[in-house]
């Protein structure tokens, strides 16, 4: 289908993809779910829709849950730890609508259900009466839905704001002192509850588990600073991803990862590693600035 462009679509798309993709993860599912919406624009009576947005917005979270069920099944085969695909911040905005990666986590913790209705009302700012359409419930169970997730994703908001000079030099000074096996200068800059994830989906090598504490991150990085050593790391850009400070790098292998970073009181309290490429493969297609690996 030779589809021109819509003005409509072209106004709402930036938001009809966020909403997409703080409900799957995917950037390429939330793309493609938007791009199937816009196949349903274009054959709807125009008569019978009041708010194109309101309309939109509805096919998209249909899309959406229908998706979820059908990667639920998937997602229960997933090797190692699930993280969101990387998606760089703006210059402007280090975290659009306030939905950073650790409550896309949490996100993924919630019902499809719950998902929904807390996007919808509370980052998307819809009404409760459009939501109880969206989703095919009554007005209180929407409450109720989104009450429960609010709970869930209470504990996962960020209770440090970090400012982008901050987040930059602590995301510098933890790529030298990693990438030079500095333990001493890594250990001054990690929390003592820190977390690591790294995300390999089973295509690259990547830690099969969350590693937990102080101890266990470093011993893990002093590991890995000997093949560093062997083959060092190939800095590409510093950034915001995911709403957190980090930076994307070129590993043994030419592996591309992203590496983001959550600071609590000045502190590194979790360390976030992408590293599957099916995860990255966007990044590639619509680079942010500055984004270059010298690949095909």
Known sequence: MDMQPDPVLSDLRPRLVRLAYRMLGSVVDAEDVVQDAYARWLTADRDMVREPAAFLRTIVTRLCLNALKAAKRRDERYIGPWLPDPVFDPEDDAAPDDVTLPLMMALERLSPLERAAFLLHDVFGVSFAEVARTIGRSEPTCRKLASRARTHVHKARPRFSVTREEGHRMAAAFFKATREGDMTAL??????????????????????????????????????????????????????????????????????????????????????????????RHLFAAPPAGFAVGRE
């Open 187 to 280: 250990r001054s800059l990690l929390a003592a509850d820190v977390v690591a994830y790294a995300d390999g989906g089973g295509k690259v090598p990547a830690t099969p588990l969350p590693l937990n504490g102080l101890h266990s991150v470093l011993v893990r990085h002093a590991e890995m600073a000997r093949g560093f050593a062997l083959a060092p790391s190939r800095l590409v850009l510093y950034g915001f991803i995911n709403g957190l400070p980090g930076f994307v790098t070129v590993e043994a292998g030419d592996i591309t990862q992203t590496t983001s970073l959550q600071i609590s009181d000045g502190r590194i309290s979790a360390i976030y590693v992408m590293r599957n490429p099916d995860k990255l």
